[in-house]
């Protein structure tokens, strides 16, 4: 019989189960992939230890360097990776397979990782990969979730305002910096990541003021991401406004599920829609959504890349400035 080692059991029994976010519009998935024994950063760290990291589930303390990270929020490890570190398990959100990173990351790893679940982590797997620190920045906020990962290594959790998985990318940039000894580091991708918000929006001075509506479309049908939102948040960052409405129907959550009467709410200046594990045809065809009137008069996208639809999910730096390379020409195109 194979027995829970002791330290395990502690860990398990430190709270109730996991409570399983509701992640349908945000496309989340679960994943395996090739196991690692082993990773570091590859970079030496520019910060002092020890740091002290506040977050909405308290103040974690990381005594010394990080080597062994494993990093299980939306983008944690991608973030991670960003500032020269190679987490040993990392959580595969969008189902990329492989290392579970998107293709502006590919061959960022030199030793892939242990893939962990995403809404239920396995923790005895994480325990195994004995790490010294958690990242689970971009995450649901879950008590249960950190009391668990805290009993294992020390857990940076969701940031203030942070939960339900609206980290936004400076948080998640700053933070996971600051807790791998790479602030300057992180500095510089925001830097640059501004830098290159600026050169879209002074290329595309016409999306000043316009409106735009982040929709979803899954087997269940049709969402829209609230403001707050880093798809959302991509979007405002090039001068869109988001429309109010959408904020009001979401209240604190990230998104709304959009009933046959409300699909107006889709209605803007100019409309995207995210197929979530769904042919992009099966929105375009949706006779509802066709008589939405920025539908109607030829003002929306439904992105049928996977690739694009993914980086524009991401929320992380580099996902970021990948999309900037491949979208906002297409947005003036359809906004005429």
């Known amino acids: 019989m194979i027995r829970t080692p002791h330290r395990l059991r502690r860990v398990l029994a430190a709270a109730g189960a996991v409570v399983a976010a509701s992640l349908v519009l945000a496309g989340c998935a679960s994943g395996s992939g090739t196991s690692s024994d082993d990773a570091s950063s590859s970079t030496e760290a520019d910060g002092q230890f020890p740091v002290s990291i506040t977050t909405a589930l308290g103040t974690t303390t990381i005594e010394s360097q990080p080597k062994r990270v494993v990093a299980l929020g939306w983008g944690d490890a991608e973030t991670a990776l960003e500032l020269g570190v190679q987490p040993v398990g990392a959580s595969d959100w969008l189902a990329f397979g492989g290392d579970g990173v998107g293709p502006w990351l590919q061959d960022a790893y030199t030793k ?97 003021g316009k409106t735009a509506v982040v929709g979803a479309y899954t087997a269940d049908g049709f969402g829209a991401y609230s403001s707050k939102d880093s798809r959302s948040t991509f979007m ?63 003002h929306a996208i439904v992105f049928d890349d996977p690739d694009v639809s993914s980086a524009f999910s991401m929320g992380t730096t580099a996902a970021i400035e990948w999309a900037l390379q491949e979208l906002p020409d297409e947005f003036a195109s359809k906004l005429g």
């Open 236 to 298: 405002r960052n090039l001068g869109f406004t988001i429309p109010e409405a959408i904020d009001e129907q979401a209240g604190k959550a990230f998104s709304v599920q959009l009933s046959n009467e409300n699909l107006d709410l889709l209605d803007a200046d100019l409309t995207l829609v995210l197929p979530i594990y769904v042919d992009a045809s099966k929105a375009e065809s949706d006779p509802l959504f066709r008589k939405v009137p920025s539908v109607e008069a030829g």
């Open 112 to 208: 892939s990782p242990e893939i962990i679940q995403t809404l239920e982590p396995s923790y005895e797997e994480i325990l195994k990969l004995e790490p010294d620190v958690i990242l689970d920045v971009k995450s649901s906020g879950d008590e249960d979730r950190y009391a668990k990962l805290s009993a294992i290594a020390p857990t940076v959790a969701v940031p203030k305002g942070g939960e339900n998985y609206l980290a936004t990318t400076e948080q998640q940039t700053t933070m996971i910096a600051k807790a791998l000894g790479k602030e300057a580091e992180g500095k510089k991708l925001l830097s640059d990541l501004d830098d290159a918000y600026a050169a879209a929006r002074e290329a595309h001075p016409e999306f000043d």
